[in-house]
């Protein structure tokens, strides 16, 4: 197995941040069939295959802020008003993903992108462990 950590920085509010270029050119530099699996080690992020641009992560977006609201329900409280729904969260939208990779390229959906959901507007900064298992 390969293994490479990228790091980001998701920014100061919730946010669904695209890393399909990074897994992209993890995935091409492999240059051969395998699985891609990309996992947040974080408590308090997730990962999503999902359409972004088109208004898609804006909505993942308020659903999770329906279901997970940023008030003061949570018993996890310490942080920004709402932080213990940041930690419900990866129950919904896991910290992980796999995706197929056919000669160095991956077996996305034509409108498919990777992201990390991030509703933890108390740490911005994030890594990433892209692994790839060959054929």
């Known amino acids: 197995m390969r293994s490479q950590i990228i790091s980001l920085t998701t920014g100061s509010r919730e946010t669904v ?7 992209a050119d993890f995935a091409r530099e492999q240059g051969e069939d395998g699985l891609l699996h990309v996992f947040v080690p974080h ?3 997730g990962v999503a295959i999902i359409e972004l641009g088109a208004g ?3 909505d993942l977006l308020a659903a999770l802020g329906d279901v997970l609201p940023a008030d003061d329900r ?3 409280a310490h942080g920004s ?21 056919l000669g160095g390229r991956m077996a996305l959906g034509t409108w498919q992108s990777i992201a990390i959901v991030d509703l933890n507007v ?14």
Request: net charge negative; with cysteine; aromatic share 8%.
């Open 17 to 23: 941040f695209d890393i399909t270029p990074q897994c």
């Open 43 to 45: 408590a308090t992020a």
């Open 56 to 58: 898609s992560d804006d």
């Open 74 to 76: 949570w018993r996890h």
């Open 81 to 101: 008003r709402g932080h213990g729904r940041s930690h419900v969260m990866p129950a919904l939208v896991p910290p992980y993903a796999s995706i197929p990779v």
């Open 122 to 135: 108390d740490n911005s900064e994030r890594q990433v462990r892209l692994s790839f298992l060959s054929d």
